[in-house]
């Protein structure tokens, strides 16, 4: 079996589809430790929409418990990580990016288990951070065993960890063609006919597992359908936009690692294993002064769509989690920046879109369309991913309407990213320990535009 799984081409697409449904098992085991830990620990599924309110499941704490939790939970995940897989630490995705490029594509297994829990244990204790990160390794892992474990070579193996990628992806947003994307654009970073089919496959078939016990809803299901702008000439406006989440998103990308380098300089050579519980003090102080920073936070993005936040408001809780992300994930915890990335861009769409309706009133369109344009502008700077940027937003929201402005986002952003810095948002944290797997992308890129050179050669 293991030998026609290598030699024959309908191995790599059989294989696929059992990645698919491990991936979409995966997602939703994932998904449950982390409401089950956030419930455990708050009397919530999701915790923080509310504002300063207590536990309900630790009311003996009072709002002390905002700073308790988190020193709880570095406690528990801290060791776990660095005992038995660092790569766990952080959002993960960089780590199954460079295991693609220089690693063959070759990851060990118990980094998925290891980073189901770290990561659970990090958002379910207040660690502002998202989940795509995790469930990104983890199906890559799970990927990468499947791979080893019938002995495929390097070329399948690296495909195949795409395809556990595209399908955590997939299965997380029920967005499969996003899944497609991020696993071919991000993660294998190249497009063929064999690879991309594999992908489709194993896309497809890890949606198709969640959707009997997640519904067929787009996942931000409380964006308003039909949101369109009120003219052609507003795309000047959406242009605008885009820029300036463009250098928000870069902004991300330069305070999360200023303060990761914060946090290695002032931690010194103390014991990593107990740098996210002390470093989990701060954590908890910020969120006693902004709750709204609790977990992932979806809700309080539902409740910025729905009008229940002012314009100033917006820009803080924008900035705020820009600061939130970067210290959980500086004091060593392990989580996404993909959700933080949507959410910082919805608080300053949103906060757009209210300044543009003042100014020009209907003639303007819906401001929820500036929601959407600040998550895709956003993103798609933070990880130089026009097409996946583009796709997360279309179908997370569900609104087709949505296209073309989205396509103009994502294609601008991208632009100004090139422009400002050379990395990434993933791929940054590899350049700083000296692996550079832009270079070969960014030739390719220059190329096209006519010549140029490349700056990676200083």
Same mark, same amino acid.
């Given at each position: 079996?293991?030998?026609?799984?290598?030699?024959?081409?309908?191995?790599?697409?059989?294989?696929?589809?059992?990645?698919?449904?491990?991936?979409?098992?995966?997602?939703?085991?994932?998904?449950?430790?982390?409401?089950?830990?956030?419930?455990?620990?708050?009397?919530?599924?999701?915790?923080?929409?509310?504002?300063?309110?207590?536990?309900?499941?630790?009311?003996?704490?009072?709002?002390?418990?905002?700073?308790?939790?988190?020193?709880?939970?570095?406690?528990?995940?801290?060791?776990?990580?660095?005992?038995?897989?660092?790569?766990?630490?952080?959002?993960?995705?960089?780590?199954?990016?460079?295991?693609?490029?220089?690693?063959?594509?070759?990851?060990?297994?118990?980094?998925?288990?290891?980073?189901?829990?770290?990561?659970?244990?990090?958002?379910?204790?207040?660690?502002?951070?998202?989940?795509?990160?995790?469930?990104?390794?983890?199906?890559?892992?799970?990927?990468?065993?499947?791979?080893?474990?019938?002995?495929?070579?390097?070329?399948?193996?690296?495909?195949?960890?795409?395809?556990?990628?595209?399908?955590?992806?997939?299965?997380?947003?029920?967005?499969?063609?996003?899944?497609?994307?991020?696993?071919?654009?991000?993660?294998?970073?190249?497009?063929?006919?064999?690879?991309?089919?594999?992908?489709?496959?194993?896309?497809?078939?890890?949606?198709?597992?969640?959707?009997?016990?997640?519904?067929?809803?787009?996942?931000?299901?409380?964006?308003?359908?039909?949101?369109?702008?009120?003219?052609?000439?507003?795309?000047?406006?959406?242009?605008?936009?885009?820029?300036?989440?463009?250098?928000?998103?870069?902004?991300?990308?330069?305070?999360?690692?200023?303060?990761?380098?914060?946090?290695?300089?002032?931690?010194?050579?103390?014991?990593?294993?107990?740098?996210?519980?002390?470093?989990?003090?701060?954590?908890?102080?910020?969120?006693?002064?902004?709750?709204?920073?609790?977990?992932?936070?979806?809700?309080?993005?539902?409740?910025?769509?729905?009008?229940?936040?002012?314009?100033?408001?917006? /820009? !803080?809780?924008?900035? *705020?989690?820009?600061? $939130?992300?970067?210290?959980?994930? =500086?004091? &060593? @915890?392990?989580?996404?920046?993909?959700?933080?990335?949507?959410?910082?861009?919805?608080?300053?769409?949103?906060?757009?879109?209210?300044?543009?309706?003042? /100014? !020009?009133?209907?003639? *303007?369109?819906?401001? $929820?369309?500036?929601?959407?344009? =600040?998550? &895709? @502008?956003?993103?798609?700077?933070?990880?130089?991913?026009?097409?996946?940027?583009?796709?997360?937003?279309?179908?997370?929201?569900?609104?087709?309407?949505?296209?073309?402005?989205?396509?103009?986002?994502?294609?601008?952003?991208?632009?100004?990213?090139?422009?400002?810095?050379?990395?990434?948002?993933?791929?940054?944290?590899?350049?700083?320990?000296?692996?550079?797997?832009?270079?070969?992308?960014?030739?390719?890129?220059?190329?096209?535009?006519?010549?140029?050179?490349?700056?990676?050669?200083?």
């Amino acid at each position: 079996m293991s030998r026609w799984l290598r030699k024959n081409r309908y191995g790599l697409f059989f294989l696929a589809l059992v990645v698919g449904l491990g991936a979409g098992l995966g997602a939703l085991l994932f998904r449950g430790l982390v409401f089950g830990i956030t419930w455990l620990v708050t009397g919530h599924v999701e915790f923080g929409q509310n504002g300063r309110v207590p536990s309900d499941h630790l009311p003996w704490l009072g709002l002390g418990f905002y700073i308790v939790l988190p020193v709880i939970g570095g406690l528990v995940y801290g060791p776990m990580v660095y005992r038995w897989a660092r790569e766990a630490r952080g959002h993960g995705v960089p780590e199954v990016m460079v295991a693609v490029a220089e690693g063959g594509g070759r990851i060990r297994p118990r980094v998925a288990i290891v980073k189901a829990l770290a990561s659970a244990l990090t958002i379910g204790t207040g660690g502002s951070v998202g989940r795509e990160g995790p469930i990104v390794q983890i199906g890559a892992a799970l990927a990468s065993a499947i791979g080893q474990g019938t002995r495929q070579p390097e070329g399948r193996l690296r495909i195949l960890v795409a395809c556990g990628a595209a399908g955590g992806i997939a299965a997380t947003f029920n967005a499969p063609i996003t899944g497609v994307f991020f696993g071919a654009e991000i993660i294998l970073r190249e497009i063929s006919a064999g690879s991309l089919f594999a992908i489709t496959l194993s896309a497809m078939v890890a949606d198709a597992v969640v959707r009997p016990i997640l519904g067929t809803d787009a996942f931000l299901t409380g964006f308003p359908h039909g949101a369109t702008l009120g003219h052609t000439a507003d795309f000047v406006l959406v242009s605008v936009l885009a820029v300036i989440a463009a250098l928000v998103g870069q902004l991300f990308r330069y305070v999360l690692y200023a303060v990761e380098d914060l946090c290695d300089t002032v931690w010194g050579e103390r014991p990593e294993w107990a740098r996210p519980a002390v470093g989990g003090v701060l954590l908890g102080v910020l969120l006693l002064a902004v709750p709204e920073l609790y977990g992932v936070g979806y809700p309080v993005m539902f409740q910025a769509l729905h009008g229940d936040y002012g314009f100033w408001l917006l /820009l !803080f809780f924008a900035l *705020a989690k820009i600061l $939130a992300t970067s210290l959980s994930l =500086g004091i &060593g @915890g392990s989580g996404g920046v993909f959700a933080p990335s949507l959410f910082i861009g919805l608080m300053l769409g949103t906060a757009y879109g209210l300044v543009v309706h003042q /100014l !020009f009133g209907d003639a *303007a369109g819906d401001p $929820a369309v500036y929601a959407a344009i =600040g998550m &895709g @502008g956003v993103f798609a700077s933070g990880t130089r991913a026009p097409l996946t940027a583009f796709a997360s937003v279309v179908e997370m929201t569900g609104d087709m309407s949505l296209v073309l402005p989205i396509m103009l986002t994502s294609a601008i952003a991208t632009v100004v990213s090139r422009s400002v810095a050379y990395g990434t948002i993933y791929t940054t944290k590899l350049l700083r320990r000296g692996q550079d797997i832009e270079k070969l992308q960014d030739r390719q890129y220059r190329h096209l535009l006519g010549g140029g050179n490349d700056p990676s050669a200083a």
